[in-house]
T-cell receptor, first 115, second 113 residues
Framework: RKEVEQDPGPFNVPEGATVAFNCTYS??????FFWYRQDCRKEPKLLMS???SGNEDGRFTAQLNRASQYISLLIRDSKLSDSATYLC????????????????FGKGTKLSVKP | GAGVSQSPSNKVTEKGKDVELRCDPI?????LYWYRQSLGQGLEFLIY????????KSGLPSDRFSAERTGGSVSTLTIQRTQQEDSAVYLC???????????FGPGTRLTVL
């Protein structure tokens, strides 16, 4: 199983739609979770952290299911400007003192919102 | 405050030449990362610096790649004898600690002709 897995998409949705992405991770010791957004030909930028109880930021809702080791991102009322690639990011666990820093980036899910 | 900066933003070079890419992390960030991203692909980890510890070089694709971080701040990534397959966007990120959010620079787009 890959450390972080995401459906690459693309997800093509009309404006105003609700869309959800899932991400699974393999390390049960992981404790920090994030969603990043990457626009075409731009650098990744933090969208939101994911907390154990779930959290919401405007139209965006993030959920964490530790038992099943997956994270989700829900986008309501999609806008054209939401078109981007969404990266799931997981840390390796606080006791991990080894390589590759401590964050693992998924390959991303591409979202395209159409008028 | 100032974010992560990288220079140059674009670099076109001929096969076989050496190139040097620069990254200025956010002030005070002890962790610095280099990644590579080819068109339409995910992030490929290259190297990681944490404070004064020895860097983790496990992601460097060949011995033509090297990086250093001077004074715990600015980092340079050097690619010797560039090949066409080295063409990609090279991204630098920094964070206040290894478990925290990483903030990315705008990247250097390298094209090897």
């Amino acid at each position: 199983r890959k450390e972080v897995e995401q459906d690459p998409g693309p997800f093509n949705v009309p404006e105003g739609a609700t869309v959800a992405f899932n991400c699974t991770y393999s390390n049960s010791a992981s404790q920090s979770f994030f969603w990043y957004r990457q626009d075409c030909r731009k650098e990744p930028k933090l969208l939101m952290s994911v907390y154990s109880s779930g959290n919401e930021d405007g139209r965006f809702t993030a959920q964490l299911n530790r038992a099943s080791q997956y994270i989700s991102l829900l986008i309501r009322d999609s806008k054209l400007s939401d078109s981007a690639t969404y990266l799931c990011v997981v840390n390796r666990g606080l006791n991990y003192g080894g390589s590759q820093g401590n964050l693992i980036f998924g390959k991303g899910t591409k979202l395209s919102v159409k008028p | 405050g100032a974010g992560v900066s990288q220079s140059p933003s674009n670099k076109v070079t001929e096969k076989g030449k050496d190139v040097e890419l620069r990254c200025d992390p956010i002030s005070g960030h002890t962790a610095l990362y280099w990644y590579r991203q080819s068109l339409g692909q995910g992030l490929e980890f290259l190297i990681y610096f944490q404070g004064n510890s020895a860097p983790d070089k496990s992601g460097l694709p060949s011995d033509r790649f090297s990086a250093e971080r001077t004074g715990g701040s600015v980092s340079t990534l050097t690619i010797q004898r560039t090949q066409q397959e080295d063409s990609a966007v090279y991204l630098c990120a920094s964070s206040s600690n290894p478990t925290d959010t990483q903030y990315f620079g705008p990247g250097t787009r390298l094209t090897v002709l």
